[in-house]
Each structure stands twice: as C-alpha cells, then as structure tokens.
C-alpha cells in the first residue's frame, strides 16, 4: 500500500476520533493539536519504526540566584530522595512467570473485550490464557511507551520550570521515569516476552506534549492527565492480577507516580493563578480534547489487528471494547484521579463543566485531588 493510499484509509478510520477530539471548537487548541493528530493518528509514524524524531521548541531556564523559596515543593524533593528504590534488586526477578499458569491468571477473563461473545466460548482454556497473555502484553506496552513519554517530558520540564525546588524535584522525576521504563521493559521482554508498538492516540498525545513550547502545557498534560491516567491504571491492574512480581512491581512505581501528580498540582495550582482569560480558556479546552483522546487510547486497534481483524469488524471491536469491564474500569480509575486535580487546579469552570458533565464525567470531581506519597495509603485508597 503507497503512502496515500495508507493516509486515505486512516483518514477515514480516524474520522469519528478526529470529530469527537474536536468538540471544544478552540481553534488556538485545535491547531496545537493538528500536528500530532496528523502524524499520530493519519501517517501512523511510530508504526513499525524503531524511532522516530519529534522538534522540542522550549527555553531552558537558568536560575543563578539558586532560591529555595517553595517549601512544598522542597518537602516533596525530600520525600523522593528518601523513595528511591533499585529495579534490578528491590524486585524479586527470580520469581517464575508463566502467562498460562491458571493458578497465577494475569488478568481476569472477564477483562477481555470479547469474553461475553460466543466467538469466546469457542475457544478452549488454553487459547483463553493465551489471549489473556496478550492482552495485558498491549496494556504493558502501552505502559512502557508511556513511560517513555514521561522520562522525556521530566527532562524538559526541569530545563524550563523557572523555580529551583522545582528544578531539584524534577530531577528525581527523571531518575523515576527512568525506572519505570527499566522495569515495564524488563517484564515484558523477560517475562511475558511480548511487545506492542505505541497505540495512535497515545502517540499523538506524546508527540503534543514534546513539541509544544510551554513548560505549563507539558506538566498540565504528562503530570495531571498521563499521569493521573497511570496512577489509576496502576492501581486497577495490582488489584486483578493473580502474578505476584507484577503486583511487587506495580505498588512500588504507584508510590512514584503519586509523588509526580502531586507535583503537578503544586505546581500548577501557582502557575495558573496568573492566567488571562483566554489563557485559561486555552487551557481547560486542551485538557479536555486531551481527556477524549486518553479515553480513546484503550481501545486496543493494534492488539484487535493482531487477534480478531478477521471475526469483528472495527465498529463491533469499539462497541465491544467500549463496553467491556476493563474499559469501564480504566475510565473510571483514569477520571477519578483526573478530574478532581483539574478542579484543583483551576481548570474545572463553569464554562467547561458542561462538556465534562455531557460524558458523565462530573460525578469523579468531588474525590481525593491528589493522592498521599505512601504505598499504604494508595492502596487502602483504591
């Protein structure tokens, strides 16, 4: 298939998604995103790519005067110098994964999208745990990728945060994010031995993050929406997971993330207080195209083009993954985090209400903004 010939058909697959992430009409936002919607989600350009380049336009920013002024976010860099921990020791590697083992499921059955299909029940106990594998394999992947996006995102953010607390506390972000990838790599390559490419709609979100020039644009979208998204996420796969080193490697990043949201919210809550009208507006309209295209990300296109291209088509896949209990809970635990750091932070108007309120959305605003910085809270919070 040419080059056009590929844009055309994604054009058209993409066309729903492309419409729904337009809803809040700002142009100013819609032409921040058109860029990265066009690589991401048309030219399809992480697919079978081992790399691919993005332009950073940010201003690094040096502080001489070396002003400690930020307590909060001194205590915060504390809590993270004390937090660290070691991926290759302080996880118990040794421990034996085997992605058919009944005994240990990965994920529940009923997680997978076609579980309640007939097309399902054909299928023996092995070939169930065989799917069951691969799937969380996507969901890791996705993870892993993201992860990514967040080791490079800290590293720009520290370059263009005016503030020195912050700049120290991004630092220890970067040696987290780090880690993170470290680990989500080591698992899937060692344990479970399967890897998936970057799903579209999280492409384009990276890809957003890394070209737009605000260091605010960059913390509102990888510290409050990605980062809410995996601190939710996280806590929903240690919950189902019957693999005891996955759960061991879940409760120690969800103490990371935690500490990178609230740096999100501390940060922002200061940021936004001197926005200008319009400003503000730029801003709530870019979390909430954001928001659909998170929403959007779960949908599992690759892991779908992978297994069942042949049994269902794509609107019978979207309907399905739409409607399974594993997207119901992601959005459930993906907007419970989010939207109350939004309201937090300012960007929960009267204005925008509505559009949040027409998904449902409103119900999540009212929960916990930002999360304690202990394991033991996360958990019993979940």
């Given amino acids: 298939m ?4 590929r844009a055309v058909l994604n054009l058209g697959r993409s066309g729903p998604v492309l419409r729904e992430a337009s809803a809040s009409g700002n142009l100013k936002v819609l032409a921040s995103l058109l860029g990265p919607a066009y690589r991401g989600l048309i030219m399809q350009e992480a697919r079978g790519a081992q790399s691919t380049a993005m332009p950073a336009g940010h201003r690094a920013i040096f502080d001489w005067s070396y002003l400690r002024d930020r307590p909060q976010l001194a205590r915060l860099y504390e809590a993270a110098k004390s937090s660290q921990w070691n991926a290759a020791t302080d996880l118990d590697w040794s421990i034996s994964v085997d992605p058919l083992d009944p005994e240990h499921p990965l994920i529940p059955e009923d997680f ?12 023996s106990d092995r070939e169930r745990m065989k799917q069951r594998h691969a799937l969380l394999s996507w969901v890791l992947s996705q993870f892993l990728h993201g992860e990514q996006g967040a080791l490079f995102a800290a590293c720009q953010v520290t370059e263009a945060v005016p503030w020195l607390d912050a700049k120290l506390y991004g630092s220890s972000q970067v040696m987290d994010e780090g880690r993170h ?18 799903n579209d709609n999280l492409y384009t979100i990276v890809d ?11 913390f509102l979208g990888m510290q409050i929406m990605i980062e809410g998204l995996a601190l939710g996420a996280f806590g929903t796969f240690r919950e189902i997971t019957g693999e005891p080193l996955l759960r061991q490697l879940l409760t120690a990043v969800i103490t990371d993330e935690a500490r990178h949201v609230h740096f999100g919210v501390l940060a922002l809550q200061e940021c936004f207080r001197g926005l200008t009208e319009r400003e503000q507006r730029e801003r709530e309209d870019w979390a909430f195209e954001v928001s659909l295209l998170l929403r959007n990300r779960f949908l599992a296109w690759e892991f779908y083009e992978e297994h069942w291209a ?9 309907r399905l993954s739409v409607e399974s209990k594993l997207m119901g809970s992601f959005r459930q635990t993906m907007f419970k985090r989010i939207i109350p750091n939004l309201k937090r932070i300012g960007l929960l108007s009267e204005r925008i209400r509505p559009r949040y309120d027409e998904l449902g959305l409103l119900v999540y605003e009212d929960g916990r903004p930002a999360p304690e910085l202990t394991a033991a809270d996360l958990l019993a919070d979940r």
């Fill in 2 to 5: 040419t080059t056009l010939a």
């Fill in 112 to 123: 997978h999208p076609i579980s309640t299909t007939a097309t399902w029940r054909t299928l």
């Fill in 181 to 198: 990838v470290e680990v989500f790599h080591g698992y899937l390559t060692r344990k479970l031995e399967k890897l998936y490419e970057i």
């Fill in 208 to 218: 957003a993050l890394m070209t737009d020039s605000r260091w605010d644009m960059k």
């Fill in 310 to 318: 042949h049994a269902f088509g794509r609107v019978e896949w979207e």
